[in-house]
């Protein structure tokens, strides 16, 4: 409605509801692997070089994860590090994590042998998508201790690419290695 004080201008519109605010996803169930840490047997501890080491370890279920993902390692009175998840994600009951040895908590967790147990979280982090390259070349590249997070992605890839792959690796002492999928 409009009076002759009006100044003109478009009719005012009648207030409108706010609009509803987009759906939000539902927030992800809290795991109770992830608060309280779960005691993990060592299987077997195998050496890498002079200051890594791969723990082969046992959950006390079998243990679902995605390649990229990684858990807390924890030893009762030392401390809690992230660990990234170094096996193939098939492996289910034997669980590997690559550790190099850097300070007080990983220069224990190298120190572990078969039949010790360590706490574990887990698992957290996001996957690497190595189903969004299917159909195209897929080229891996990491160095030093940035190789463990990805071999459980080379895994994913070589099953999932059954005529897969040329491998290049730098010679001993080289930056890294590379592994080419086709
Ligand atoms: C998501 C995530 C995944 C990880 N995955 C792995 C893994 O798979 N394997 C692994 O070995 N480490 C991994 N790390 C790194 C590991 O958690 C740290 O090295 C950890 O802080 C070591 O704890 P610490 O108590 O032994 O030594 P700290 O007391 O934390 O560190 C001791 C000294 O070493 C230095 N330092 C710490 N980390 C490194 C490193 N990586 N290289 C060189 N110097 C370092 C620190 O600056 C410090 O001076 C990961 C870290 C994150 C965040």
Known sequence: ????????????????????????????????????????????????SGDVVTLDLTPPEPFE???????MLYLAGIGEVPISISGDPRANTEVLHTIRDVGPVTKALCAL???????VRGPYGTSWPVAAAAGGDLV????????????????????????CCSLSSSPPGGAGSTWMCR
């Open 1 to 48: 409605m409009r009076t002759t004080a009006d100044p003109g201008g478009p009719e005012p519109r009648a207030a409108q509801p706010a609009p509803r605010p987009a759906a939000q996803p539902a927030a992800r169930a809290v795991q109770a692997s992830w608060i309280e840490p779960a005691p993990w047997q060592v299987a077997a501890v195998r050496r890498e």
């Open 65 to 71: 994860f995605l390649p990229g993902q990684f858990n």
């Open 113 to 119: 042998r078969p039949g010790q147990q360590v706490g």
């Open 140 to 163: 891996i590249i990491a160095g030093g201790i940035g190789l463990p997070p990805l071999r459980p992605a080379l895994y994913q890839a070589l099953t999932t690419r059954p005529t």
